[in-house]
């Protein structure tokens, strides 16, 4: 990316979870922090996960950025399967540098290889800034999106 030391690469299971985590918890300052081992039993799982890619944006040994992407197999649409798209996020002193940008292209690079037809993504009503980021990347806003959050723990 232009100017930055920044790189994109997939997420592997030697990544520290803990480090990864630190980037997510911008998404919901206030997020609880999930206790080491629930923490590390989820990201083996997210591993396990066929389909699924965790991008992490990387400024030397920092991670200033990350996009999880899961593919899914699908029977419509020629049975081509769909991307989804989840938990976008820069840390802050690294916004509006093209970092998100350069997470989706890659994010939109995999969708292509594995035959995608589409890249679908959910976003609160009340992320405007986040709204003129997928603007800016070619996401229309052409579905009315549903979510029933489940608050019962396990
Ligand atoms: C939304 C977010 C991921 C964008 O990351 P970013 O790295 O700053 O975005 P980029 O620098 O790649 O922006 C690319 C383009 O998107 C648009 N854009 C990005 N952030 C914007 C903002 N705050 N206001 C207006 N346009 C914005 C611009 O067109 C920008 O190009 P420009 O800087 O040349 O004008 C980041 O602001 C963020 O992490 N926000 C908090 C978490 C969040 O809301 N995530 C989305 C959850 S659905």
């Not at 100017?3 to 997020?31: H, I, N, S």
């Not at 959910?122 to 003129?132: F, P, Q, W, Y």
């Amino acid at each position: 990316m232009s100017g930055d030391d920044v790189v994109v690469r997939a997420a592997v299971p030697q990544d520290d979870p803990e480090r990864v985590f630190d980037v997510l918890w911008q998404l919901a300052p206030g997020d609880s922090r999930p206790d080491a081992d629930r923490l590390a039993c989820a990201w083996r799982d997210l591993h396990a996960q066929a389909g699924r890619r965790l991008l992490l944006a990387v400024a030397g040994d920092t991670f200033v950025g990350t996009l999880d992407t899961l593919v899914a197999p699908n029977l419509t649409h020629g049975a081509r399967p769909y991307m989804v798209v989840e938990n976008v996020v820069v840390a802050p002193t690294w916004r509006r540098r093209g970092v998100a940008r350069v997470l989706m292209l890659a994010a939109l690079e995999y969708a292509t290889a594995a035959g995608c037809y589409k890249v679908q993504l959910v976003s609160n009503a009340a992320r405007t800034e986040a709204h003129r980021f997928y603007a800016s990347i070619g996401f229309a806003q052409s579905a009315v999106g549903y979510r029933r959050y489940l608050t019962t723990a396990p």
